[in-house]
């Protein structure tokens, strides 16, 4: 079976603060894909990225970034100077690969962000 | 290009009763996937249909049931409601082909309330 865990339920930083959302993950799966999804109040979960379980590589993304590393089935996701449009509820998610999304997302409990002005 | 559409975006219903939600696809994915997602549980699998063939099933009693049409579109329907299925209830599509990499987009919910 597959596990999510974001162990932090709640992070409150004052605006321009660095941030780091913890996500750490369990499969027996050799292929898998790993996600981070956005939620704000409105209630749709925007994607913001997606990694394969081949490509370690970390990426940037503006003053988001990611780091994979299988060693320790984590991948995490850091938001550099925070802004309060940041506030949300962040998910991590994990599928089994070759199966072109059968297997539907394994979620996260979410951590929730709260940035302060 | 337009995203995933659902409809309608609130709903409330009576024990007992039956609903069914409708979830449009992006155009040109063929997957859609619906979820559950609850204060308590979390954001939890229900099914997921590819060319009009349910692929997968969560761990949700018969009551959950859904189809896919010809067009990709899809609805779910739920019977019998219980105050448990109050929930917000999103589908996401995505292109679904074998090897495509399950990039899955997510509409705005039904909000269900049942009372």
């Known amino acids: 079976a597959q596990k999510v865990t974001q162990a932090q339920t709640e992070i409150s930083v004052v605006e321009k603060e660095d941030v780091t959302l913890d996500c750490v993950y369990e499969?027996?799966?050799?292929?898998?894909?790993l996600f981070w999804y956005k939620q704000p109040p409105s209630g749709e979960l925007v994607f913001l990225i997606r990694r394969n379980s081949f490509d370690e590589q970390n990426e940037i993304s503006g003053r988001y970034s990611w780091n994979f590393q299988k060693s320790t089935s984590s991948f995490n996701f850091t938001i550099t100077a925070s802004q309060v449009v940041d506030s949300a509820v962040y998910f991590c998610a994990l599928t089994a690969g070759g199966r072109g999304g059968a297997d539907g997302l394994t979620f996260g409990k979410g951590t929730h962000l709260i940035i302060q002005p | 290009k337009a995203g995933v559409t659902q409809t309608p975006r609130y709903l409330i219903k009576t024990r007992g009763q039956q609903v069914t939600l409708s979830c449009s696809p992006i155009s040109g994915h063929r997957s859609v996937s619906w979820y559950q997602q609850t204060p308590g549980q979390g954001l939890q699998f229900l099914f997921e249909?590819?060319?009009?063939?349910?692929?997968n099933k969560g761990n949700f009693p018969g009551r959950f049931s859904g189809r896919q049409f010809s067009n990709s579109r899809s609805e779910m329907n739920v019977s019998t409601l219980e105050l448990g299925d109050s929930a917000l209830y999103l589908c996401a599509s995505s292109l679904g082909g074998e090897g495509s990499g399950t990039e899955a987009f997510f509409g705005q919910g039904t909000r269900l309330t049942v009372v």
């Open positions: 249909y590819f060319s009009e063939t349910q692929r």
């Open positions: 499969t027996r799966d050799t292929t898998y894909y």
